[in-house]
């Protein structure tokens, strides 16, 4: 793990916010601890380069850091707001979440929750990790490659933040010592293919890495594009979806589609959010119980950056 001292800031400004949007519950959804930190979010802009934020009355202060002679944040900047979902107009998708089995609890108590984009690359990572997976499995292999390879970048003012791990420092050996097991051969042949040069606009040919299905696609498409109609659909939901709606395991593709249109992706994240990513047991027995109001139980998608320092 490298140490990189950044310079800055080297560009600060105030950022305003819709009526509506929630800067706290937006950054703390499935963040590190070196992302979020109960008031500062910290995102990475590009490579070396990282923007801090905090809010105050809806105002969110902007300070940038970047390693010397690094630029590449400047053209990124336009770039922020789209990523944070800041003027996001969600009130369809609320309002066919209002008062759902599944989501409702999400409508209630996080409406101005938005999704947090990601690169390409990250999504990947975060995709792939998931795989047959528990959300305690999945992100606890994350956070050990992060861990093991990322640069530590740093500076006053900014705190602690780990890199991405980028392409050229990983190897089958430190996949697998992060835990990834059979998914250490789906990364290294993602490198092979680059497929972090991959754009929104191409993103399907990661299909042909071997490793990479519906499932993993959908769910890149999702955090890197933001396209709601990409349904990562995975055991775990089937058969809550199915409980919920009361149709068989089959038919709940359909079922949610029909329910959440072409923000059925979105409702799929949500529903893992509600019920705190718990396992199956416990998610059905919350489901019957009526309790699919998010922050029950710790380590959950809205709590992990409680339990990652970095």
């Given at each position: ?183 250490a051969r789906t990364v290294i042949e993602a490198i092979r293919k680059r497929v972090y040069e991959l754009g929104c606009s191409d993103i399907d040919e990661a299909r042909e ?24 659909l995975d055991r775990w939901l089937k058969r809550l979806a199915s409980e919920a709606y009361g149709v068989p395991e089959q038919a709940v593709d359909t079922e949610l589609h029909r329910r959440f249109g072409e923000y059925v992706g979105l409702a799929a994240l949500h529903t893992t959010i509600a019920f ?35």
């Open positions: 793990m490298e140490d990189v001292r950044l310079l800055g800031p080297v560009y600060e400004a105030l950022v305003e916010t819709d009526e509506g949007y929630s800067f706290h519950h937006t950054a703390m959804t499935y963040s590190f601890g070196w992302m979020y930190d109960g008031s500062i979010h910290r995102i990475e802009l590009c490579r070396g380069a990282i923007a801090v934020l905090s809010e105050n009355n809806g105002v969110l202060s902007l300070r940038v850091f970047s390693e010397p002679g690094n630029n590449c944040w400047e053209e990124k900047l336009d770039e922020l707001e789209y990523s944070l979902g800041i003027w996001e107009d969600l009130a369809e998708y609320w309002k066919r979440a209002r008062g759902d089995p599944l989501v409702g609890g999400v409508a209630e108590t996080m409406p101005g929750l938005r999704l947090r984009g990601t690169s390409i690359w990250a999504s990947f990572l975060i995709a792939v990790c998931q795989q047959n997976a528990s959300f305690k499995q999945g992100w606890g292999m994350l956070y050990r490659l992060y861990r093991l390879v990322s640069r530590r970048l740093a500076a006053k003012g900014m705190g602690v933040y780990l890199e991405t791990p980028l392409p050229e420092n990983l190897s089958l050996d430190l996949l697998r010592k992060a835990g990834l097991g059979y998914r890495i071997r490793g990479v299905g519906k499932y993993t696609l959908a769910l890149m498409k999702l955090l890197a594009c933001r396209d709601y109609s990409a349904l990562p705190d990513a718990e396992p199956i047991s416990r998610a059905l027995r919350r489901l019957r119980e009526g309790k699919n109001k998010p922050g029950l139980v710790e380590p959950s998608p809205i709590s992990l950056w409680k339990h990652t320092p970095p």
